[in-house]
């Protein structure tokens, strides 16, 4: 059993997840105030915090998410959920210390990339005495995680619960409507065009496309450094060319692709998908990020696959989860 999944059966269990060396990619919560971020930075939170810098956009969208608008006080310059978050005063990661500490914050919200690029600055941080949580989870086990840690470390430990237990009410919605699907289509997933690579098996983007009804023809894909995106390449999508029903691909700062150069691939014209002009570009903020809106993009991957079975029915799902269904 991998470490991770050890540490979740842990944490169900009521254990304290810093009886186990803390790896990159662990994180946990125990005794409700118990956190072990994916730094290794173990931390008992016996207040919540109240002025809080974000310097990840998912970090931001939840602490929205959760009722915490007021407490923070930074974001990133590219913020764009929810429209609020834009009017929030602006940090980097590349910005010199002083103005992190100019601000007084109690708290900074970081990923694990930034953590590991930018140890002096986070360095420098915790010896003023400031607070830092390097978090991104991986599945969708470790996002219900995640959310419960954010909801500690902002005193919202109701709200997180609530928000959890809405999204797996519309993911169970959802899987009812998919299940209806009388010929489920077979699913190329693409994350990064440049490099011809998917999706692991288990990360969010596939749990949204499988949700919704999706087959995922690179279910044998092999993560990459333990991350969430897979190797496929050419040869290997190739080999699926007549049974590829639709090719999806993921579109934003990770992804800058075009449906035209998705079709002008080499060999991609022996695609069934290509040929069947069922290549479709999905924003990566709703399917790779671990926030409620990953609701919408079950949405909307269902509406792409199954129309006829995901009109009008999504729409009601993601308002009964407190979610504009666009």
């Known amino acids: 059993m991998k470490p991770t999944a050890i540490l979740l059966l842990i944490i169900a269990a009521g254990g304290w997840a810093g009886a186990l060396p803390a790896a990159a990619a662990e994180f946990?919560?125990?005794?409700?105030?118990r956190i072990t971020d994916q730094g290794g930075r173990r931390r008992v939170v016996d207040q919540p915090f109240g002025r809080i810098i974000s310097l990840y956009g998912a970090h931001t969208e939840n602490l929205f998410a959760l009722g915490l608008e007021r407490e923070i006080i930074g974001v990133t310059r590219h913020e764009s959920y929810p429209p609020a978050a834009a009017h929030k005063p602006v940090f980097s990661y590349h910005d010199d210390p002083e103005k992190f500490l100019a601000a007084r914050p109690d708290l900074v919200l970081v990923r694990p990339m930034i953590d590991r690029g930018y140890r002096p600055l986070m360095d420098r941080l915790e010896k003023s005495g400031i607070a830092v949580v390097s978090l991104q989870p991986g599945t969708i086990q470790e996002m219900y995680v995640y959310w419960q840690i954010l909801g500690v470390l902002g005193g919202r430990q109701a709200e997180a619960a609530?928000?959890?237990?809405r999204f797996r009410r519309a993911v169970a919605a959802f899987a009812a409507l998919a299940a209806g699907v009388e010929a489920p289509k077979?699913?190329?997933?693409?994350?990064i065009h440049s490099k011809m690579k998917t999706f692991s098996p288990d990360s969010m983007p596939i749990f949204a496309l499988e949700t919704a009804g999706g087959i995922n023809l690179a279910a044998d894909a092999t993560p990459v450094r333990g991350t969430n995106i897979a190797a496929y390449g050419m040869e290997r999508i190739l080999s699926h060319a007549a049974e590829l029903d639709v090719y999806l691909a993921q579109h934003g700062v990770m992804n800058q692709v075009s449906r035209q150069t998705i079709i002008a691939a080499p060999g991609f014209a022996a695609l069934k998908a290509v040929r069947e002009n069922a290549v479709f570009l999905?924003?990566?903020?709703?399917v790779a990020r671990p926030t409620p809106r990953l609701l919408l993009g079950i949405a909307t991957l269902g509406r792409i696959l199954y129309p006829s079975v995901f009109e009008p029915s999504a729409a009601t799902i993601l308002q009964a989860a407190g979610l504009d269904p666009q």
Request: glycine share 10%; net charge negative; proline share 0%.
């Open 28 to 33: 946990g919560l125990a005794d409700g105030k």
């Open 282 to 286: 999905v924003d990566e903020t709703i």
């Open 186 to 191: 077979r699913v190329y997933f693409e994350a």
């Open 162 to 165: 609530a928000m959890a237990a």
